[in-house]
C-alpha cells in the first residue's frame, strides 16, 4: 500500500501504542486508536506490497505467504505457509479467503450446552453491532436475507455464483438443505470505505488467495490500514518485533525489533500483541511474558477443514469467479449428531498449484494417474466444511530446540483431533458424500485437512486459567493487551477472520476506555 | 585416431614415480596434456577413470593448460565416489602385493584371471600379470587405500562434456550398475554402453568392441535429448495476449525455458540428483521437465513453504537421506541401484514408502524409518506436483483459463481488467482454452553393444 506520505514518529519518542502485526487483529486496532489520536506505530514483520505485484499466480503469490519454518507434530499435523499465515504489510489478509460468516450465538456457549469444551466469556449480543460495523466498514456482499439470521443484512449483493456453488445449490434443494449465497468480504460493485481507495467491484478472477489486484477482496492493505495512516498511524514494514523492555513496575517501557539488520526499540506505553495464533505465543514463549496461568502456547485449534472431491459432466472451470460463493449453516447443529457443536458447508473452486498439492498429498496419487486426474480439473469441483474443534491438553505451541536465521527457537505445533472432531468429521464426510451424489458426481473422493490458527492464549475470566481477560487485555502486564485468533477459548464453526475483526475493535475500545 | 598411452604414477613406465593420490595422478596427466596442442580426446581405465573426471572437471574450470578436451572415454572406471568394493576382496588385493615373489606371482595371476568375464588369450594374460607385479607396492596399496576411496562426487560435479561410458556386463564392482549409478550421474552428456561377457579388464578382452564403441561416440558424440514440454500455439497465443498479466507472462516464459542438462545440484550430490530424477519418471512422467534440478534449487535456496513434519529433518537433508534411503532399499531387495530398476520395481518401492512400509536396516544403508519415508513420499509427490502445474504446458493440458483472468493496469488498485463475466456452469468465454493432450512420451532405450 502507498505509505509515502504517512507521519512517523521517532524511536525515542515514547508513542502510545505500539502494534505487532498488521492482519485482521491488528489493522482495526490501529485505525481505532489513530481515529482517537493516539499516536501508534505498527511493526509489520514482512514488507510493504503494493497490488502491482499481484499477478494471478499461484508460485508468484508465495511471497506472501509466512515461509519461515514451522514444525508440524501431532496425530493431525498441520499445514502453515500458504495454508493460514501470511507476512507483508496486511498479514495473512492479503491471501485469506474472505468468506466472513459471523459465529454461530450458541458456538460461545458450548460448554453451557452441552458440557463439552468451554463458555466464551463474552456474549453473541455483546459481539453483535462489532460484526456489524465491521461488514459496513469492509463491504461485505451477502444474500437479501441470511436463512439462519433472520435479522442479519449485508451491505453489499451477493458475488457472482460459480460452478461449484451452483452445483451445491442445485444439491442442497434435493435433499431438503437450506443454501444461500455466501458472505464474503469481496465488494459485488463498487465501494469506498472510510479513509480508503475506491475498490472496484470483483472481476471474478478466483484468485482471491493470491493477492487481489483490483482491492475487490477487502484485505487490510485497502480497509482498515489506510483509515490508520489518514489519521497519522505509522507502519514499519520488514519490522521484526522479538523482546520487550520493561519498567520498575513490569509494564511493557519499549518493544524490542529488527530492522534493515539492526536492533531497534520503540518507546512506547501500550502494547497490541497481533501476530497470529503461532507467532504471539512463540513471541510470549521466546521473552517468558505473560505466562503466570501456564496456558500460553495451550489448547491451539485448527479447524477440521475435510473437503469432499468429484468429477462432473458440466463443464465447471472451478477456476472462475469467488471461490466459495456458496454456504449452509443447517449443520452448525445436527439433530443426529454425535458430537458437540457443528459444522459450516461451503462450495469450492480451487486453483490449480493448490489443488494438486492436494491431490499428491491427500488423494496419493502420482504417475500417470496423477497427471491424468489433474487433466480433467475443467471438470472438478468441491465442497468443504469449517467445522468445530474443541481445546484440548495434547494440542500444544512451544518452542522447539531448533533455532531460526535469528537464532530464535523455532514454533512446534502438535495438534491431533479428539473423539468430538472425529465424530464430526465423518458426520460431514457421510453429508458432503451425499450431497455431491445428489449432484452428480463421479470419482468422489475426501480430503482430510486442518485449517486456520487459533487458540494459545485464551481469554478468560480467570487469570489462573487464562492469559488475557474478556477484552484481550494481560492479566499479568496491564499495558498488553492480545487481538488475534490466539484468544478464542474454542475455535468456533464460522471461518475466524470476521471474529478477529469484531474482536479487534472491541479490544482498541476498551483500550480507549479504561487502557490508558 | 592418434593415441597417446599414458601410465599412472606407480604403474608401468611411471612405477618409478610417486604421488598416488587422485590429484597427483592427475598433475601428472595433466602435464602430460600441456605438453602437446590440439583438441584432444581423455580416455581413462579403472582408477584412470576417476583421473579422467577429475581432469574435465579442471578442464572445464578453465585450467588453459588442459584447454581442448572435446570428449571422455570411460572403461570399467572407478567412479568420482567412493568405489563399491566389498571389504573382503579389498584385503585379499592388499594381503600378496608385497608378499613373497612366489605368491606374489599366484596371486597377480589369480587377481587377473578373477577380473575378466570368460579368459584372456595366454599372451595377454602373461603381460598382464606382468603389469600387476612390476606395479610399485606401495601405488597399489595408496589406491585400495585412499585412491579409490575419495569421495570426489560433489567436486567432479556435473561435466559438460561429452562423455562415453563403458562397461563389462560381468565386471563385479564396476559393472553397467555402478556406471549408471555412480558414473553417469556426472555427466550431462554421457552414454552408457555395455560390453556383454566381459569383466573389468574389458580392454584385454575385447579391443575391437570397445575400439568400435569409441569410433562410434566420436562420430556422434551425444544422444538427443527430450525437448522441453512443448506449448500448444493456442495456449501461447493467450500467455503472449493482454488478458495476462506481465509479470505472469515472463514467469511462464521463464518456467517453459529448457532445463539446463548440465545443471549442477547445490543441497543434493549428483548421484542423489540422479536417484530423484528417477523417483520423479515415475511420480511425473513428463517429458523434458527437470523436476528434480527445480526441486534441488528451491531446497538449495532455503525456500521452504513455511513447515515441515516435525518427524523429518530439515527439507534437504530429508530428501538426501530418503534418496539414499530408497536406493539402499532397492539394493536389499533386487541387489542393483534404484536408478537402473524397471519402472514396476521402482514403482513398488514407491509404494511401500507410500504405505510406510519401507523399511532398510541402517546397517545396510537405511536413513529413515518406514514412517517417514512416507512423510518425505508425501512431500515429494506435492513438490513434483505443484511444481508441474506452475509449467504453463500443465495448465494448457488442464485447458486453465486463469492467467487470462488479469492483464496490466496502470492504477495502483487496478480497474477494468477483464476477469470472467460469467462463472456458471457450462458457460465458457469464447476465447477460453480447452484441454489439450501432448503426445505420449516413451524414455530413451539403454544402449547394448555385442
Redesign the interface.
Same mark, same amino acid.
Given at each position: 500500500m502507498?505509505l509515502d506520505a504517512m507521519r512517523t514518529h521517532s524511536e525515542d519518542e515514547t508513542v502510545d501504542a505500539v502494534v505487532i502485526g498488521t492482519g485482521a487483529g491488528g489493522a482495526p486496532v490501529l485505525a481505532i486508536l489513530a481515529a482517537a489520536g493516539l499516536k501508534v506505530v505498527a511493526l509489520e514483520a514482512g514488507p510493504n506490497f503494493? *497490488?502491482?505485484?499481484f499477478? %494471478?499466480?499461484?508460485?508468484?503469490a508465495?511471497e506472501i +505467504?509466512?515461509?519461515? &519454518?514451522? @514444525?508440524?507434530?501431532g496425530s493431525t *499435523? &498441520?499445514? %502453515?505457509?500458504?495454508n493460514n499465515?501470511g507476512t507483508g504489510v496486511g498479514g495473512s489478509m492479503l491471501h485469506w479467503g474472505a468468506f466472513v460468516p459471523r459465529a454461530d450465538a450458541r458456538d460461545l456457549r458450548l460448554h453451557t450446552e452441552t458440557g463439552e469444551g468451554v463458555d466464551w466469556p463474552i456474549s453473541h449480543g455483546e459481539l453483535r453491532p462489532f460484526y456489524e460495523r465491521v461488514e459496513a466498514f469492509l463491504g461485505v456482499s451477502g444474500p437479501r436475507s441470511y436463512p439462519w439470521d433472520a435479522e442479519r443484512r449485508y451491505p453489499l449483493p451477493p458475488v457472482?455464483? =460459480?460452478?461449484p456453488a &451452483? @452445483?451445491m445449490a442445485g444439491a442442497c434443494e434435493a435433499r431438503g438443505i437450506r443454501w444461500a449465497d455466501a458472505p464474503a468480504a469481496v465488494v459485488s460493485r463498487d465501494f469506498e470505505s472510510e479513509g480508503g481507495?475506491?475498490? !472496484?467491484g #470483483?472481476?471474478? #478472477?478466483? %484468485?482471491c488467495h493470491q493477492g487481489c489486484?483490483?482491492?475487490a477482496k477487502a484485505s487490510m492493505d /485497502?480497509t482498515y490500514l489506510p483509515l490508520a495512516v489518514s489519521h497519522g498511524a505509522e507502519i514499519r514494514p520488514e519490522s521484526f518485533a522479538h523482546g520487550f523492555e520493561r519498567d520498575r513496575d513490569g509494564r511493557i517501557a519499549a518493544v524490542v525489533y529488527m530492522k534493515d539488520g539492526r536492533e531497534r526499540r520503540q518507546r512506547c506505553r501500550a502494547v497490541f500483541l497481533c501476530a497470529g495464533a503461532v507467532e504471539t505465543p512463540r513471541l510470549l514463549l521466546h521473552t517468558g511474558l505473560a505466562n503466570g496461568s501456564g496456558q500460553v502456547g495451550r489448547n491451539y485449534m485448527g479447524h477440521v477443514a475435510t473437503q469432499v472431491w468429484g468429477t462432473f459432466d458440466?463443464?465447471?472451470?472451478m =477456476?472462475?469467479?469467488y471461490p466459495s460463493s456458496l454456504i449452509t449453516e443447517d449443520f452448525i447443529r445436527p439433530e443426529d449428531a454425535d458430537f458437540a457443536g457443528g459444522y459450516l458447508i461451503q462450495s469450492l473452486g480451487v /486453483? *490449480?498449484?493448490t %489443488?494438486? =498439492?492436494a491431490?499428491?498429498?491427500g488423494r496419493?496419487?502420482?504417475? !500417470?494417474p496423477?497427471?491424468d486426474y @489433474?487433466?480433467r +480439473?475443467?471438470h472438478l469441483a468441491g465442497i468443504g466444511i469449517n467445522g468445530e474443534t474443541l481445546p484440548c491438553d495434547a494440542n500444544v505451541l512451544a518452542l522447539?530446540d531448533e533455532t531460526d536465521a535469528r537464532g530464535m527457537r523455532k514454533a512446534?505445533i502438535?495438534f491431533g483431533y479428539s473423539t468430538n472432531e472425529n465424530r464430526l468429521n465423518v458426520h460431514a464426510t457421510k453429508v458432503m458424500r451425499d450431497l455431491w451424489e445428489a449432484a452428480g458426481a463421479k470419482d468422489v473422493w475426501v480430503l482430510d485437512r486442518v485449517a486456520h490458527t487459533l487458540g494459545t492464549c485464551r481469554m478468560g475470566r480467570d487469570g489462573g486459567t487464562a492469559v488475557v481477560d474478556p477484552h484481550g487485555r494481560s492479566f499479568e502486564i496491564d499495558n498488553l493487551w492480545i487481538s488475534d485468533g490466539s484468544t478464542f477459548p474454542s475455535s468456533l464453526a464460522a471461518n475466524p477472520a470476521l471474529t478477529i475483526m469484531a474482536l479487534a475493535l472491541r479490544t482498541a475500545e476498551r483500550f480507549l476506555a479504561v487502557g490508558r | 585416431m592418434r593415441v597417446v598411452p599414458l601410465d599412472l604414477p606407480g604403474f608401468g613406465d611411471a612405477r618409478e614415480e610417486s604421488g598416488y593420490s587422485v590429484d597427483a595422478m592427475a598433475d601428472r596427466i595433466a602435464g602430460a596434456i600441456a605438453a602437446r596442442s590440439g583438441p584432444y580426446r581423455l580416455a581413462g581405465h579403472s582408477m584412470g577413470a576417476k583421473v579422467a573426471l577429475t581432469l574435465a572437471r579442471r578442464a572445464e574450470d578453465g585450467d588453459p593448460n588442459l584447454a581442448g578436451l572435446s570428449s571422455l572415454v570411460l572403461v570399467s572406471g572407478s567412479p568420482p565416489s567412493p568405489e563399491p568394493i566389498p571389504e573382503d576382496r579389498r584385503s585379499r588385493m592388499l594381503s600378496w602385493i608385497d608378499a613373497d615373489p612366489e605368491t606374489r606371482a599366484r596371486e597377480a595371476r589369480q587377481f587377473i584371471q578373477a577380473n575378466v568375464g570368460g579368459s584372456l588369450p595366454l599372451d595377454f594374460e602373461n603381460s598382464a600379470t606382468d603389469d600387476v607385479l612390476r606395479a610399485a607396492p606401495a601405488a597399489w596399496k595408496a589406491w585400495l587405500d585412499s585412491g579409490a576411496h575419495e569421495d570426489l562426487c560433489r567436486r567432479v560435479g556435473v561435466l559438460r562434456t561429452p562423455a562415453l561410458v563403458v562397461a563389462g556386463s560381468e565386471d563385479a564392482d564396476l559393472g553397467p550398475d555402478a556406471q549408471a549409478a555412480l558414473t553417469l550421474p556426472h555427466l550431462a552428456h554421457g552414454r552408457l554402453v555395455t560390453v556383454d561377457g566381459v569383466g573389468h579388464l574389458l580392454p584385454l578382452e575385447k579391443p575391437d568392441a570397445l575400439a568400435r564403441a569409441i569410433l562410434d561416440h566420436a562420430a556422434k558424440p551425444s544422444d538427443p535429448r527430450a525437448a522441453p514440454p512443448a506449448i500448444p500455439p493456442g495456449y501461447a497465443e493467450l500467455i503472449a495476449s493482454d488478458r495476462v498479466n506481465s509479470r505472469l507472462r515472463s514467469a511462464l516464459n521463464e518456467r517453459a525455458a529448457a532445463d539446463d542438462p548440465a545443471y549442477a545440484p547445490q543441497a543434493l550430490d549428483p548421484v542423489e540428483l540422479a536417484i530423484l530424477r528417477a523417483v520423479f519418471a515415475r511420480v511425473l512422467p513428463v517429458a523434458g521437465l527437470d523436476a528434480a534440478a527445480r526441486v534441488d534449487a528451491r531446497l538449495a535456496a532455503g525456500r521452504g513453504d513455511g513447515w515441515r513434519f516435525i518427524a523429518l529433518p530439515a527439507d534437504d537433508e530429508a530428501y538426501r537421506a530418503a534418496l539414499r534411503t530408497l536406493d539402499a532399499a532397492s539394493r536389499a531387495k533386487h541387489e542393483r541401484p534404484f536408478v537402473v530398476l524397471a519402472g514396476d520395481r521402482q514403482d513398488a518401492l514407491l509404494t511401500l514408502a507410500q504405505k510406510g512400509e519401507l523399511a532398510v536396516p541402517p546397517a545396510l544403508g537405511g536413513r529413515l524409518d518406514a514412517d517417514r519415508m512416507r512423510f518425505w513420499f508425501e512431500d515429494a509427490r506435492a513438490d513434483a506436483a505443484r511444481l508441474y502445474l506452475s509449467h504453463p504446458a500443465a495448465l494448457a493440458r488442464l485447458g486453465f483459463s486463469g492467467i487470462g483472468a488479469g492483464g496490466d493496469s496502470p492504477a495502483p488498485i487496478a480497474r477494468g481488467l477483464p476477469g470472467f463475466t460469467n462463472t456458471r456452469l457450462d458457460t465458457p468465454e469464447p476465447w477460453e482454452p480447452e484441454p489439450w493432450e501432448p503426445e505420449p512420451w516413451k524414455p530413451l532405450a539403454e544402449e547394448s553393444a555385442r
Open positions: 502507498n503494493t *497490488p502491482e505485484k499477478a %494471478f499466480d499461484e508460485t508468484l508465495d +505467504y509466512w515461509t519461515e &519454518e514451522r @514444525l508440524s507434530g *499435523p &498441520e499445514a %502453515f505457509g500458504g499465515s457472482l455464483r =460459480n460452478g &451452483e @452445483l481507495p475506491m475498490r !472496484q #470483483c472481476i471474478n #478472477c478466483g %484468485f489486484r483490483t482491492g /485497502v458440466h463443464e465447471v472451470r =477456476n472462475r469467479g /486453483v *490449480p498449484v %489443488f494438486a =498439492n491431490v499428491a498429498r496419493g496419487l502420482w504417475g !500417470q496423477l497427471l @489433474l487433466g +480439473y475443467n522447539s512446534r502438535d | -
